[in-house]
Nanobody, 124 residues
Framework: QVQLVESGGGLVQAGGSLRLSCAAS????????MGWFRQAPGKEREFVAA????????AYADSVKGRFTISRDNAKNTVTLQMNSLKPEDTAVYYC?????????????????WGQGTQVTVSS
């Protein structure tokens, strides 16, 4: 059974930073791509960022490109999302997700395990 546990969410003012972490267990972590998604109230879950199994390739949604950075530590089974220059429109529940594939995907349906989510609130 794969388990993903997010941490690091909270309340921050616009322009501030937060760092989200996801601890994974139950799957050979280093063999699969990982992603971050977010869901705001009344909206569909949307792609934020993803990282290839080896960490040498990443992808970002246009809305966060240049502000967010995804990284992973395969020795510690963790994936991290560093969020800088936060905007009120970044407010959402952020989810860590695991895919059974090596390569990056920005599709919700490509991911088979999800964390419980962590709330990020950016005040104006």
């Amino acid at each position: 059974q794969v388990q993903l546990v997010e941490s690091g969410g909270g309340l921050v003012q616009a322009g501030g930073s937060l760092r989200l972490s996801c601890a994974a267990s139950g799957r050979t972590f280093s063999s699969y791509a990982m992603g971050w998604f977010r869901q705001a109230p009344g909206k569909e879950r949307e792609f934020v960022a993803a990282i290839r199994w080896s960490g040498d390739s990443t992808a970002y949604a246009d809305s966060v490109k240049g502000r967010f950075t995804i990284s992973r530590d395969n020795a510690k089974n963790t994936v991290t999302l560093q969020m800088n220059s936060l905007k009120p429109e970044d407010t959402a529940v952020y989810y860590c997700a695991s895919t059974p594939f090596l390569q990056i995907s920005d599709l919700v349906r490509s991911y088979d395990y999800w964390g419980q989510g962590t709330q990020v609130t950016v005040s104006s």
